[in-house]
């Protein structure tokens, strides 16, 4: 069984926006810190955006004030709401806890391109 199951990518318009989610297998957002990485064609995986137990979220600057990350724990799921998205926004991503400690998952690929 897979930890985490991320989902909602796909081929959006610079400018437009997409919702991502991400499943976790067991219980975790309580315990550890969670974060969102992404990884473009060529590059290393860079962590996006962090949401700590407590709920403080952390961005990296390029996504500041554009992608917002929260979690249900009820529901054992996090997400990365993404708003006027840019084609450099495109990659693959992926959740995990903010230390990449457990196993990742297959990540949800977003492209934006007019």
């Known amino acids: 069984q897979e930890q985490f199951v991320e989902s909602g990518g796909g081929l959006v318009q610079p400018g437009g926006s997409l919702r991502l989610s991400c499943v976790s297998s067991?219980?975790?957002?309580?315990?550890?810190?969670m974060a969102w990485f992404r990884q473009a064609l060529g590059k290393e995986r860079e962590w996006v955006a962090k949401?700590?137990?407590?709920?403080?979220?952390n961005y990296v600057n390029s996504v500041e004030g554009r992608f917002t990350i929260s979690r249900d724990d009820d529901k054992n799921t996090m997400y990365l709401q993404m708003s006027n998205l840019k084609p450099e926004d495109t990659a693959l991503y992926y959740c995990?806890?903010?230390?990449?400690?457990?196993?990742w998952g297959q990540g949800t690929q977003v492209t934006v391109s007019s």
């Open positions: 995990n806890t903010f230390s990449g400690y457990l196993p």
């Open positions: 067991e219980h975790i957002g309580g315990f550890y810190a």
């Open positions: 949401i700590i137990p407590s709920g403080l979220t």
